[in-house]
């Protein structure tokens, strides 16, 4: 609940010249400026003591720096078959008509197929950023595709 004002103790303050704020010092708006002002002057002592490294610089500058280029999220060949899933694979095994199930990584979140691990004797087609040689390798072998994106 609020206070009600008779019993706060600025009433009582009202007795006095300087309620409670002093006669040197004064009860002045922004006595020693607003913010950070002054940290390095009259704040020093305080800015050095509670945040050293505050002012200045540290290192060297890089003009547009993009964090883009080398984002590169990267699955390998052993885990290719999982993103398909097992129905998808059982179905395309039954298929005579030479059709093979198309898997684009991007989809996933993947830009570049890596080669390591071991791919089952079965076609896939797998769109993707890049391959490296050995992915490449290891898809063409199984009787799939590579197919690059833009």
């Not at 706060?8 to 409670?20: I, Q, Y």
């Not at 200045?56 to 883009?68: A, D, S």
């Not at 198309?102 to 896939?124: A, C, E, T």
């Amino acid at each position: 609940e609020i206070m009600p004002a008779r019993l706060k103790k600025h009433r009582k303050e009202r007795g006095g010249m300087h309620c409670g704020n002093g006669r040197i010092g004064k009860h002045r708006k922004h006595s020693s400026g607003r913010g950070n002002a002054g940290g390095q002057h009259m704040h020093r002592i305080a800015f050095d003591k509670y945040h050293p490294g505050y002012f200045g610089k540290v290192g060297m500058r890089f003009f547009h720096f993009k964090k883009n280029p080398t984002h590169m999220p990267a699955v390998n060949v052993d885990k290719l078959w999982s993103m398909v899933g097992l129905e998808t694979r059982k179905e395309y095994l039954k298929k005579t008509d030479g059709s093979v199930p198309l898997l684009d990584v991007s989809q996933y979140g993947f830009f570049k197929v890596l080669g390591k691990g071991k791919l089952p004797k079965q076609p896939i087609a797998v769109k993707a950023k890049f391959f490296s040689k050995q992915a490449e390798e290891k898809i063409k072998n199984a009787g799939g595709a590579c197919l690059l994106s833009a």
